[in-house]
């Protein structure tokens, strides 16, 4: 089975799951690492309140674990592995953008825009592009400056973890 279709029928497993229990889907990928394959299932509170815990991703990996065995989807041999996405969570989904409105956040860009390609600040605003084609991001760093980024130009996002 493709990557696609694993990552597309294990979110229709937990959908249900998910909900009933209070959690919702951060994210899900399946990867391959040297020799190894994983599915990794990313979840967090659907209220937003409260951590994620060790509880909560077994409570889940036994729900999910039980019903691909009985499914038997995937081919090759995966480990499985169900987590919170952490403190400084990568912002990968357009959903993402939009709760973390006000948030601090490191976004690392594709290339360099006046001389930098990380960015830390305060993520301001994230909407469509008139055209559709893609989103705009308005970061405003710790020296005041305002960025205004295109979705395409980051390569990586994530919440900045303030000690």
């Not at 919702?24 to 951590?51: A, P, Q, T, V």
């Not at 509880?55 to 989807?73: A, G, I, N, Q």
């Not at 956040?105 to 930098?116: A, P």
Request: proline share 3%.
């Amino acid at each position: 089975m493709a990557k696609k279709k694993i990552i597309q029928l294990t979110e229709e497993i937990l959908d249900q799951f998910l909900s009933e229990n209070g959690y919702e889907l951060y994210n899900s990928e399946f990867i391959k690492e040297g020799r190894d394959w994983f599915l990794r299932i990313y979840i967090d509170k659907n209220d937003g309140e409260g951590y994620i815990g060790t509880e909560d991703c077994e409570k889940v990996s036994r729900y999910l674990s039980e019903k691909l065995d009985e499914m038997d989807p995937i081919e090759q041999n995966y480990y499985l592995e169900v987590s919170s996405p952490g403190m400084d969570r990568p912002l990968i989904k357009p959903e993402h953008y939009e709760r973390y409105i006000g948030s601090e956040v490191e976004i690392k860009l594709y290339k360099g825009k006046d001389g930098t390609k990380k960015i830390e600040g305060v993520l301001e605003a994230f909407e469509k592009d008139p055209d559709g084609e893609d989103f705009n991001v308005r970061v405003t760093d710790h020296n005041s400056k305002e960025w205004n980024l295109q979705l395409a130009e980051i390569a990586k996002a994530r919440l900045a973890v303030i000690i």
